[in-house]
């Protein structure tokens, strides 16, 4: 799963397939969108007309929580949308209702089993609800989608996903975060790069993955950009030190 993708929330139509595009043809090999997004045919448009060979990019979707009890029409839908036979990654986008539902869960795993999804996974599931389905079937969500930033920045969290064997996804890592932060604009500075790609590789140094959103060309291909530098200690401490939880 490489750990920077791009995300399509918020996009659809032609300027959905030209960020794709650009982002595929910029380097980026992992793509994140949801049923809900309705922006699945334009992902997979793009996909096909990069000429980038589908099984070098990674796809994941995300069954919505209103889906739960249909799950695998849910699915046959977004393969076909998608124009492809399988996704990288399938997660449940909200726990329905509110609760862990191992209902939902199991047919995850049996998607999985299939072949239809290579693997699988849950978003916005609290720690005690990821407990629920790894009591009830003795296997973990490969991955736990979840907003992350700087500003949410939580070690108990990551570490209760890192004990759990759960891949830690952050979203929505510039919304929650104000790249004006004199922190970050000094750090950025002193790199020589900008606010929004020392946000990007914070999260790499942390291992966590990041899927930032972008509609804009330069910033697709800036947010990628981020293997050039890295930060040290120091300047982690720093960014870890703008959280707004203790
Ligand atoms: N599982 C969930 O429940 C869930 C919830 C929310 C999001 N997500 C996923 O996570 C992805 C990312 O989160 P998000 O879309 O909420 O927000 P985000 O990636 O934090 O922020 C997107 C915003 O940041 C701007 N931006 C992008 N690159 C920038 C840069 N280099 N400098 C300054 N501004 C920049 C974008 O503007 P332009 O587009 O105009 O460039 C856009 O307004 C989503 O697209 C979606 O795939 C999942």
């Keep these: 799963m490489p750990l920077v993708g791009l995300g399509t929330w918020q996009m659809t139509g032609r300027r959905c397939q030209a960020a794709v595009r650009h982002a595929l043809e910029v380097g980026y090999r992992h793509l994140d969108t949801a049923t809900m997004y309705r922006n699945e045919r334009d992902v997979g448009r793009a996909i096909r007309d990069s000429g980038v060979p589908r099984e070098q990019v990674f796809v994941t979707t995300k069954l919505p929580p209103g889906a739960a009890g249909r799950e695998r029409r849910t699915l046959d839908d977004s393969l ?6 399988y996704v990288d990654l399938w997660l449940v986008h909200w726990p329905p209702r509110g609760r862990a539902l191992l209902s939902t869960w199991k047919e995850l795993l049996a998607a999985r089993d299939q072949g239809l999804a290579r693997a699988v996974g849950v978003s916005n599931y609290s720690p005690a609800q990821l407990d629920e ?29 890192r004990r759990r064997g759960v891949v830690l996804e952050g979203y929505s890592p510039f919304k929650n975060t104000d790249l004006r932060h004199p922190v970050l604009v000094e750090i950025a500075a002193r790199h020589q790069v900008t606010p929004a790609q020392v946000v990007v590789r ?28 890295s930060l040290d200690a120091g300047e982690l401490a720093r960014i870890d030190g703008l959280a707004r939880v203790s």
């Design 80 to 85: 076909r949308a998608l124009g492809t036979e």
């Design 202 to 229: 914070w999260h790499v140094d942390h291992e966590v993955v990041v899927i930032p959103k972008s509609a804009t060309p330069e910033r697709i291909a800036a947010n990628l950009d981020v293997l050039g530098f």
């Design 133 to 161: 389905l790894i009591d009830a079937t003795g296997v973990a969500p490969q991955v736990n989608q979840i907003p992350w930033a700087p500003a949410l920045y939580d070690p108990a969290l990551a570490d209760d996903h």
